[in-house]
């Protein structure tokens, strides 16, 4: 029930990059629930982790594997989470990378595991490790979106997006994938993604540039206020265009910016727009705020609010939930200051309902699969922007019966 | 639907205090929703109110009103919260009171002004003005139980308590009403509540009692972390008992003290539990943290997660969904140190999921319709307790419904 998303179109392959993909028999169902992504030698890597203080075992040694070398590898599984197990979850997480490193030759700090799926259950390693060989065979550049695929969970549809720059005679290519539907916020939710490009670009630039577009996409999205365990985020150049990045001119390296910018946005998006449940895709503008924190606390404030996603759920202009969410951010508003409009109809104008305003605008305005809120806190000039869904029947259901 | 919750029962009147409740038309439904709180004079009052920045104007005149002059009515009405109503808003609000004041002889400052319901429609002042001669002429000491039901919006059941105390010869009486069944968040979320006692109590000791026993109750649950525009909590002391607080020896105030915060706390838990579509009374507890309020913080991550409610809805010990709550209440923690267990049956002991755990204790566990999450950050002497509940199917039909 995706809200505006369909199927991705045109995904490219990344020189540098091969990925496969298997039912190792990680979860029930038989779809694949494994995946492998190869990077080239000389590849590097930027990754962005949960900030979940239960942070899963993947996640505590993907983060010291890093410390060590440049990743070979990254092996993720669905269907299970391997979080809030402890030592033995750590042990299992480290025979993985072994079983990858024996097979293919490398180091295992040069393997990096990834898990997404149930909590507290103990990763089935005997069939990880049986797949691998089969897995490390079958790698070739093309398999993006079954990857997009294997690692989803309750997604309804495979979330990646390309883009190709040409840089003089030269192209370079971004090509990234996600996965989470649910448990999205801030700091790194439920969310796997690995976005991959052939540009070469040395550590600390990539790790700047890896930064600023999560803070603006996957840091800006929020379905339910809740993090996960296991989350993370990758960006990985593999330098195989042989094109670096430093030597560009300004202008060329914006529009590489602004490509990788909009990957990383649109995928932040895709995992909203199939939130579990989702009937709207929501988004909340706050502006004329003195402090960006400011606006982002309302702005999160709005989209948190049950209130508010049930009312965006039933397509009703209950407007002073909204400013009741709003009001109670902890940040200093002056009411008499603030307006309010939804999808361009001026609601709230300084502090009283607008005279214009009709019921019949609201409904319509409310009405739409994609709605904008904006906030305008009537005394500044920063903004913040975050997106959202509704909160729906379905999203009771999807959760209520996750396990069963 | 209310969890574990009947009727009120034996609610005793309160020397000093008359009430009456009418229709006035305010609301659509036939039922009452325009109640009259009459404190004989040399009462004092004690108010906490709304922290949410858009509070509406009965808020603003309220506050300003108690400023002048020690209260000798209350004028509640249902179906209308005359918030961000602006300037306007303001001057209805203060037609009210003057209307009030006018019939009955005394100060417009002593008349404060209560208001809950729909946000951002005018409060039709003439129907209110039109039933106040018949509401003065109908006050009476035992018109408790119509109040709690005047007041009440999507509750269910009224939320009455009463108290009586035995000091010596004497009796102290102590009743309290409430409202508020969504909404419910700390600083005093959508929710009115009126207690009054017949002991005699000056000012700041009224004030700290006050403020102390909201602390314990009324900002120790919530349902879906969303505050309103109109929350009021008033505790009254008429004094014609003739027995003041302060001349009695310390274990006849404890007792005092403990009685009143037992109102507190059931009026407070009542309204949990006829929370909108709550199948479910859920009692968080963190004990073993540095501080309290880190133990609030993790208590209230739990108590809002949309996913822990879920599961908790469903009866699936999915306990992964607590222990992320929990780790990102932005509280340094120790998963190795932590435990969790739910009704007694240990889940989760210091960082591992506990070897004598298994799913049938969980699920036992979770099917009890009174829910104990237990968590135990195992390193400090610190605790806090909040109440919740679910959040079901009807939590979204109800919420999504509601103007409808």
Redesign the interface.
């Known amino acids: 029930m995706a809200v505006g998303l369909s199927e991705p179109q045109d995904i490219l392959a990344v020189p540098g990059i091969r990925l496969s993909t298997t039912y190792a028999g990680i979860r029930k169902s038989a779809k694949d629930d494994l995946v492998l992504i190869e990077i080239a030698k000389g590849g590097r890597s930027s990754a962005v982790f949960t ?5 899963a075992a993947p996640v505590l040694l993907a983060r010291k594997h890093l410390e060590k070398k440049f990743p070979r590898f990254f092996l993720i599984n669905a269907g299970n ?1 391997n ?6 979850g750590l042990k299992r997480a480290q025979l993985c990378c072994a079983s990858v490193a024996a097979e293919a030759g490398c180091a295992v700090t040069e393997v990096l595991p990834f898990s997404t799926g ?3 259950e103990h990763l089935p390693v005997e069939k990880i490790e049986k797949a691998i060989p089969q897995l490390l065979q079958k790698l070739n550049a093309g398999s993006w979106m079954q990857a997009a695929l294997g690692i989803m969970t309750t997604d309804t549809v495979a979330k990646a997006v390309s883009r190709k720059l040409k840089i003089g005679e030269s192209e370079i290519v971004i090509t990234g994938i996600a996965k989470g539907a ?2 999205i ?1 801030p ?1 790194m939710a439920t969310m796997l993604s690995f976005i991959a490009t052939d540009a070469e670009i040395p550590l600390p630039m990539l790790d700047k540039l890896h930064k600023q577009a999560v803070q603006q996409s996957f840091n800006a999205i929020t379905i ?6 296991n989350d993370a985020c990758l960006l990985v150049a593999t330098g195989s265009s042989r094109i670096a990045l430093d030597t560009l001119n300004k202008s060329q390296r914006e529009q590489f910016v602004q490509a990788l910018s909009e990957v990383y946005r649109l995928l932040a998006q895709a995992i909203v727009r199939d939130a579990e449940g989702a009937t709207k895709f929501v988004t909340v503008r706050v502006q004329g705020g003195n402090s960006k924190n400011d606006c982002r606390k309302i702005a999160y404030a709005v989209a ?4 508010v996603k ?2 965006l ?2 397509s ?1 202009a ?4 909204i ?7 902890g ?3 002056q ?2 200051k ?1 307006s309010l409009s939804v999808n361009g109809v001026m609601i ?1 104008n300084k ?3 607008s005279p214009e305003y009709t019921e019949e605008q609201g409904a319509r305005a409310m009405a739409a699969s994609e709605i904008e809120i904006t906030i305008n806190l009537g005394y500044g000039s920063t903004a913040y922007t975050v997106w959202t869904s509704d ?3 379905d ?3 999807i ?6």
């Open positions: 900030r979940n203080r239960f942070c989470a979080a809030g197990t402890g030592d033995e149930v909590i507290g649910g448990m916020c700091d339910d206020g809740d993090t996960s365990t948190h609010s049950p209130l049930t009312a759920y039933a009703d209950n407007w002073g939930r400013l009741a969410a709003a009001g109670r951010a940040v200093e508003l009411p008499a603030v709230f502090g009283i309902k909160l729906s029947h999203y009771v259901s959760n209520a019966d996750y396990r069963s």
